[in-house]
């Protein structure tokens, strides 16, 4: 199921689409049995006059369909509305953002009741980008319902704006492996940090048990071409890969200390965006790179699915943390030209049907790109699906 917004005016009139789609492809809206609080509606349009957090979710052929909650606020009242931002600076180069949004006191998203303004000019979207570098910041000003919020936010757009270094970690792995759990106990302690540098993707080999309940013969391809790539017999894990550099990684001694420090400590030349939806079985990504330097390279896209479950070999039952299920366009990536303050856009999509995923809401994109010099990838993005992020 999916809804055309997260929120609504309670009054009566706003309305928010339900839309849902039964083995990925086929709208069974029209034959759906559709809730809002276990309380059945009538129709697939949601309205109200009452504020509050709703609960949506469908039922068809025995079948209940994941939930969303969304919000109903009232129109007239703009008292608790604050403005925030995803990030008080941007890279004046046209590709970098800050997302803006409004929230009630709450906690609600009513981001779809606001118009947002920069220095008094009514942005397009919720999003602010800049071309111009200025010392002196831009007012960030918004109105619910075209009521003014009273609080703003002042955005500094720069080209000396600091990109942030993060590093790749592709783990060669299978559930059926008695060494494995090293690498799995390494990127739980990683991915517990606040500000995550390092960000890991699973990629389950030919002889890993988990095949047989998750993986669509899609990803099996992608497992065994990456496998292909590297070098590597299709059975043998655990092998860890940094930043692609086909010489494997030392799995016994890799810290995440060391990790970390190669990133803080790693180039900043360029950045990613990350802007992803989810409609009907299909997954839409939409990558946006920045640079600070001429150089020719690749662009890669993968997507990861988190919250499955399996037995691993001496741990039990265990959650495969980033799961591989696709590269993008292929495990190599497409060749791409990066020229300084000239943002590359690239967007691909992904088959959710094809690719036989568990979970939707657990999934994540992750974007790479890597240098022609020396293959070695020069910085790496990631995102929730339906997450919008800037470099």
């Keep these: 199921m999916?809804?055309?917004?997260?929120?609504?005016?309670a009054d009566g009139k706003d309305k928010i689409v339900l839309t849902v789609h039964y083995n990925g492809t086929e709208d069974v809206t029209a034959k759906a049995e559709l809730f809002a609080n276990d309380q059945s509606l009538a129709?697939?349009?949601?309205?109200?006059t009452t504020p509050g957090s709703y609960t949506l979710k469908a039922v068809y052929d025995g079948v209940t369909s994941n939930t969303i909650t969304i919000t109903a606020v009232s129109g007239e009242d703009v008292n608790g509305i604050t403005l925030q931002a995803s990030k008080t600076a941007i890279y004046a180069d046209g590709g970098d953002f800050t997302v803006l949004t409004l929230k009630t006191r709450e906690g609600y998203d009513v981001t779809a009741q606001g118009t947002f303004f920069a220095n008094g000019e009514q942005l397009q979207s919720n999003r602010y980008s800049s071309t111009k570098g200025s010392l002196t910041p831009v007012q960030i000003t918004a109105k619910f319902n075209g009521l003014d919020v009273d609080n703003s936010i002042?955005?500094?757009?720069?080209s000396s704006y600091t990109f942030t270094n993060r590093v790749l970690l592709e783990d060669v792995t299978k559930t059926n492996c008695q060494y494995c759990p090293t690498v799995i106990k390494l990127i739980d302690e990683l991915r517990k940090d606040a500000q995550p540098l390092v960000v890991p993707l699973s990629i389950h080999n030919s002889n890993s048990s988990i095949y047989s309940t998750y993986y669509s013969l899609t990803t099996r391809q992608f497992a065994d071409n990456f496998c292909e790539y590297f070098g590597l017999n299709k059975s043998v894990a655990p092998k860890v890969f940094i930043n692609r550099n086909k010489k494997a990684a030392n799995h016994d001694?890799?810290?995440a200390d060391e990790l970390r420090a190669m990133a803080i400590n790693g180039p900043k030349d360029v950045a990613i965006a990350l802007e992803s939806t989810l409609e009907g079985s299909t997954i839409t990504v939409k990558v946006t790179v920045g640079s600070k330097k001429d150089f020719s390279g690749k662009l890669v896209v993968a997507l990861a699915e988190n919250g499955i479950l399996a037995e691993q070999q001496t741990m039990g039952r265990t959650e495969m943390y980033r799961m591989m299920r696709a590269y993008a366009p292929s495990i190599e990536g497409e060749s791409k030209s990066f020229r300084t303050n000239n943002p590359v856009c690239y967007t691909t999509t992904f088959d959710v049907q094809n690719l036989a995923l568990a979970n939707t809401a657990n999934c994540e994109v992750i974007a790479?790109?890597?240098?022609?010099?020396?293959?070695?990838?020069?910085?790496v993005q990631f995102a929730k699906v339906g997450e919008i992020k800037g470099y």
């Design 253 to 255: 001694t890799l810290t």
């Design 2 to 9: 999916t809804v055309s917004k997260q929120s609504l005016l």
């Design 368 to 379: 790479f790109v890597t240098d022609d010099t020396d293959g070695l990838c020069v910085n």
């Design 43 to 48: 129709t697939s349009e949601f309205t109200t």
């Design 154 to 158: 002042a955005v500094t757009a720069s």
